[in-house]
């Protein structure tokens, strides 16, 4: 660490950690607080929870755009953090402390806000430590270590998650996030001594754009075209948040669109190359981002949940189980793809029955339970699933960074945009894990076991691995140096983009009687961006080579 690496890399590392730990600890439990309709939650129909979900991530996602800007040309990236972070703080406190919608809306857009300034700042921070000679053959490794500190908050968060929802409820849970965001800034002020040196406003050059530009001529009008999409009569692509969304990204392209077209001899094939990677990167978010929603669905649905007897009382000590009997008591009514049904009134329709867990159980466990109705049943919490990923992250991270490093000793390390097309097609692959859960669940009439759900995220773990902190990596190699954070913005819009389509692909999770082919069309989507990456992977490769980069 103290010579392959700089000495900012620890307190970025845990910056980003705790910024992250606050950020999924309120996605892991975001959907189930909307739909939940018995202990406090927002009574959301599934659909709406859904649309609600990917809009906001998609947002979170799309400010970066201007934030980086904003960074590289007039705040600097320290301040910007401390923008964004004080801003992302508020919001998750407001989260917890507010139920009345507006301030629950406006909770939410202090964090969209405050993601733009942060987000890019300090990915962009990061690449600058390793521009300096001794770093510059690391910087893949270090963005990898990077895409580790940013799972393990993410592994974390869902545990501290359903600890603080099963001991004191959602609010207290989402308030939680709020205290990891400010532990996040004070561990940044810490080591601000070993980044000060990366905080470089590049100068404007002739040609540049403008920041009264980017409001007047970008800003404003997203801004107006988002109107246009959400007053539109009737829907377009399926909700009014949609429409706008689709809508307000239209400057925004065009913007980075032109931003290649007008760009100089030097800096247009590396910009063109960043913005093809853009374009196939979007449709691995708009996969991957379905844990939050489809997945979360099949663990909470679809998969046996039954803590084992050896851990019960160890997980029950610490408030880690979500508690169930197989009486029966006053229940919501749900259809038979488990969306609760409401009156004209909107309130959901209650009856005496028993809890939904107790649909889809195996024969055996339904006699088991019907000898002993009021016993109780310790499930694992639902959000918990959503650790699974970033645990796959902190297992497998040193062995694809172990595994190319070899490769590099070899001569044998594949370029970054090979391994970003590799990571597509590893994640393709995971769909149809999940297609195997179906068949194997008879398509939701028993639970799976939740092997399929670990298995699947293993492998799309894989392709993230190689996907993710690669794409940072490449726009902080290839992008023109005083274009840097804004380059960053526009990694972070493909993935907002992405972040919209995972809800708008689950938010179809109803039209599927089967539910294989749900996770065939992902397969589909996946395989096509890969078959799309391959054909310009010959020209990206030329690209890295004439810059002297790999």
């Given at each position: 660490?103290?010579?392959?690496?700089?000495?900012?890399?620890?307190?970025?590392?845990?910056?980003?950690?705790?910024?992250?730990?606050?950020?999924?600890?309120?996605?892991?439990i975001?959907?189930?607080?909307?739909?939940?309709?018995?202990?406090?939650?927002?009574?959301?129909?599934?659909?709406?929870?859904?649309?609600?979900f990917?809009?906001?991530?998609?947002?979170?996602?799309?400010?970066?755009?201007?934030?980086?800007?904003?960074?590289?040309?007039?705040?600097?990236?320290?301040?910007?953090?401390?923008?964004?972070?004080?801003?992302?703080?508020?919001?998750?406190?407001?989260?917890?402390?507010?139920?009345?919608l507006?301030?629950?809306?406006?909770?939410?857009?202090?964090?969209?806000?405050?993601?733009?300034?942060?987000?890019?700042?300090?990915?962009?921070?990061?690449?600058?430590?390793?521009?300096?000679?001794?770093?510059?053959?690391n910087?893949?490794?270090?963005?990898?270590?990077?895409?580790?500190?940013?799972?393990?908050?993410?592994?974390?968060?869902?545990?501290?998650?359903?600890?603080?929802?099963?001991?004191?409820?959602?609010?207290?849970?989402?308030?939680?996030?709020?205290?990891?965001?400010?532990?996040?800034?004070?561990?940044?002020?810490?080591?601000?001594?070993?980044i000060?040196?990366?905080?470089?406003?590049?100068?404007?050059?002739?040609?540049d754009?403008?920041i009264?530009?980017?409001?007047?001529?970008?800003?404003?009008?997203?801004?107006?075209?988002?109107?246009?999409?959400?007053?539109?009569?009737?829907?377009?692509f399926?909700?009014?948040?949609?429409?706008?969304?689709?809508?307000?990204?239209?400057?925004?392209?065009?913007?980075?669109?032109?931003?290649?077209?007008?760009?100089?001899?030097?800096?247009?094939?590396?910009?063109?190359?960043?913005?093809?990677?853009?374009?196939?990167?979007?449709?691995?978010?708009?996969?991957?981002?379905?844990?939050?929603?489809?997945?979360?669905?099949?663990?909470?649905?679809?998969?046996?949940?039954?803590?084992?007897?050896?851990?019960?009382?160890?997980?029950?000590?610490?408030?880690?189980?979500?508690?169930?009997?197989?009486?029966?008591?006053?229940?919501?009514?749900?259809?038979?793809?488990?969306?609760?049904?409401?009156?004209?009134?909107?309130?959901?329709?209650?009856?005496?029955?028993?809890?939904?867990?107790?649909?889809?159980?195996?024969?055996?466990?339904?006699a088991?339970?019907?000898?002993?109705?009021?016993?109780?049943?310790?499930?694992?919490?639902?959000?918990?699933?959503?650790?699974?990923?970033?645990?796959?992250?902190?297992?497998?991270?040193p062995?694809?960074?172990?595994?190319?490093?070899?490769?590099?000793?070899?001569?044998?390390?594949?370029?970054?945009?090979?391994?970003?097309?590799?990571?597509?097609?590893?994640?393709?692959?995971?769909?149809?894990?999940?297609?195997?859960?179906?068949?194997?669940?008879?398509?939701?009439?028993?639970?799976?076991?939740?092997?399929?759900?670990?298995?699947?995220?293993?492998v799309?773990?894989?392709?993230?691995?190689?996907?993710?902190?690669?794409?940072?990596?490449?726009?902080?190699?290839?992008?023109?140096?005083?274009?840097?954070?804004?380059?960053?913005?526009?990694?972070?819009?493909?993935?907002?983009?992405?972040?919209?389509?995972?809800?708008?692909?689950?938010?179809?999770?109803?039209?599927?009687?089967?539910?294989?082919?749900?996770?065939?069309?992902?397969?589909?989507?996946?395989?096509?961006?890969?078959?799309?990456?391959?054909?310009?992977?010959?020209?990206?490769?030329?690209?890295?080579?004439?810059?002297?980069?790999?």
């Amino acid at each position: 660490m103290k010579t392959k690496h700089p000495k900012g890399l620890p307190y970025l590392f845990f910056t980003e950690m705790w910024e992250r730990f606050g950020y999924y600890l309120i996605l892991g439990i975001f959907v189930l607080y909307m739909i939940d309709s018995e202990k406090g939650g927002l009574a959301f129909d599934d659909k709406n929870a859904d649309d609600i979900f990917g809009t906001f991530i998609a947002l979170t996602y799309l400010t970066p755009f201007l934030g980086g800007f904003l960074a590289d040309r007039l705040l600097g990236y320290i301040k910007a953090i401390y923008i964004g972070g004080f801003l992302m703080g508020l919001g998750y406190l407001g989260i917890g402390f507010f139920k009345e919608l507006p301030l629950f809306y406006a909770s939410l857009a202090l964090i969209i806000i405050g993601n733009g300034f942060f987000k890019p700042s300090i990915s962009t921070l990061l690449g600058n430590l390793y521009n300096e000679e001794p770093y510059k053959a690391n910087k893949d490794a270090g963005y990898n270590i990077f895409y580790m500190g940013i799972n393990i908050g993410a592994f974390v968060c869902n545990i501290i998650a359903a600890f603080m929802r099963n001991k004191y409820g959602w609010g207290p849970a989402f308030m939680t996030a709020g205290v990891g965001m400010f532990v996040g800034l004070l561990v940044f002020s810490i080591g601000r001594q070993h980044i000060l040196q990366a905080n470089v406003l590049k100068p404007a050059q002739e040609g540049d754009t403008k920041i009264s530009d980017v409001l007047v001529k970008v800003f404003l009008p997203a801004v107006i075209f988002g109107l246009i999409g959400w007053f539109i009569p009737n829907n377009i692509f399926g909700s009014d948040s949609t429409d706008a969304f689709i809508f307000a990204c239209i400057p925004v392209i065009y913007f980075y669109v032109m931003l290649y077209v007008k760009a100089n001899a030097e800096d247009k094939k590396p910009i063109g190359a960043l913005l093809a990677i853009f374009a196939v990167s979007l449709m691995f978010w708009a996969v991957f981002k379905q844990n939050g929603t489809a997945l979360t669905r099949w663990a909470n649905y679809y998969t046996e949940r039954t803590v084992p007897k050896a851990i019960e009382k160890p997980l029950e000590a610490i408030y880690l189980v979500d508690k169930k009997d197989y009486l029966d008591k006053e229940v919501s009514v749900y259809d038979d793809q488990y969306q609760v049904k409401k009156d004209e009134n909107g309130k959901a329709l209650k009856e005496q029955g028993k809890d939904i867990y107790f649909r889809n159980v195996s024969e055996a466990e339904r006699a088991k339970l019907e000898a002993n109705p009021s016993q109780t049943v310790n499930l694992y919490n639902t959000e918990l699933f959503q650790s699974i990923n970033p645990g796959w992250v902190i297992l497998l991270t040193p062995v694809v960074v172990a595994f190319f490093m070899m490769l590099r000793k070899k001569g044998k390390e594949p370029s970054t945009p090979s391994k970003i097309v590799l990571g597509l097609f590893i994640s393709a692959l995971s769909c149809l894990v999940m297609v195997g859960a179906v068949y194997a669940g008879q398509n939701g009439l028993v639970k799976v076991s939740a092997l399929w759900l670990i298995a699947a995220y293993g492998v799309i773990t894989v392709g993230e691995l190689c996907l993710s902190p690669m794409g940072l990596s490449l726009v902080s190699k290839l992008s023109p140096p005083r274009l840097t954070a804004l380059m960053m913005g526009g990694f972070f819009l493909s993935t907002s983009i992405g972040n919209k389509l995972s809800g708008v692909l689950a938010s179809f999770w109803y039209d599927y009687d089967n539910k294989a082919n749900f996770f065939i069309v992902n397969f589909g989507l996946l395989l096509l961006a890969t078959l799309l990456g391959l054909s310009i992977l010959k020209r990206l490769n030329k690209i890295m080579k004439e810059k002297g980069v790999n």
